[in-house]
């Protein structure tokens, strides 16, 4: 059976499309969804996103990791997903969708997607971290010597060692550049491995440096591998209102497998 597909791309995170909107994709079939993703043998992609219909919203969110489980939200992916809306004609400008952590809000213009996530009312403070949940878990934590170490082994030791184990988490390392700038990479859980851009990991060290008093501002600026991010919000008594992750999604390609 063939299988039409269209990636896209945000700051390097990148991600297969399907339009499901027929249900005629397999989501069971997780070997399938893994084959698609792999970068030597399929498509080759950090995830797999399935743009569905909903009952009352624009569409549903079902997104799967690069190991073809479904997964916590994705935030680069999210945006990428306002794009395909777009190209696709299922949405002009903005969007309301439903993704696997519940409603969120988008708008998109000159392929700049502005994203609304999830508000975030605990943040849990350690000695050497800050752990956080913005729609999927973070550990977030300072690495001065952010280009030179090993983040696949360091990542992986955090992702795999206490208190996450099994569950697991993902493992952002920061660098701080001045009050509002600060550099990010990412092991995410499910890659097992760095990805050039992480959305809710981002949105995750923006609030954790307000959290610990490192910014001042309600604006971030993030610098990742594969670009540049923003992260605006609002904060009241310790709780992160009005979240948004803003950044560009590409169209890279579309093809037939």
Not at 12 to 38: E, Y
Not at 174 to 184: G, I, S, W, Y
Request: net charge negative; aromatic share 10%.
């Amino acid at each position: 059976m063939q299988q039409t597909f269209y990636k896209y791309q945000g700051t390097g995170n990148d991600f297969v499309m399907i339009d499901n909107r027929q249900q005629t994709f397999n989501k069971k079939d997780t070997k399938h969804i893994a084959f698609l993703c792999d970068r030597r043998f399929g498509i080759g992609a950090d995830g797999l996103i399935l743009l569905e219909n909903h009952p009352e919203y624009d569409f549903r969110m079902v997104y799967y990791n690069s190991d073809g489980n479904e997964s916590s939200m994705c935030g680069n992916g999210g945006r990428c997903l306002v794009a395909f809306a777009q190209d696709l004609g299922v949405i002009s400008g903005k969007a309301v969708f439903e993704a696997i952590d519940g409603l969120h809000h988008a708008t998109i213009e000159n392929g700049i997607v502005n994203l609304q996530m999830q508000d975030v009312d605990v943040v849990e403070q350690y000695p050497n971290h800050v752990f956080l949940n913005t729609g999927s878990p973070h550990h977030v934590q300072f690495e001065e010597d952010i280009e030179n170490f090993d983040i696949k082994i360091k990542g992986a030791d955090i992702r795999y060692g206490e208190p996450y184990n099994e569950a697991g988490t993902n493992v952002n390392f920061v660098k701080q550049l001045d009050n509002e700038n600060f550099v990010v990479r990412t092991y995410e859980r499910g890659v097992e491995d760095e990805t050039l851009s992480c959305g809710t990991g981002v949105t995750a060290v923006a609030i954790a440096m307000h959290s610990l008093k490192k910014t001042t501002e309600n604006q971030v600026a993030l610098q990742v591998r594969g670009g540049d991010l923003k992260v605006q919000f609002e904060e009241n008594n310790g709780t992160y209102k009005n979240v948004w992750l803003i950044g560009p999604a590409t169209f890279v390609f579309k093809g037939e497998i």
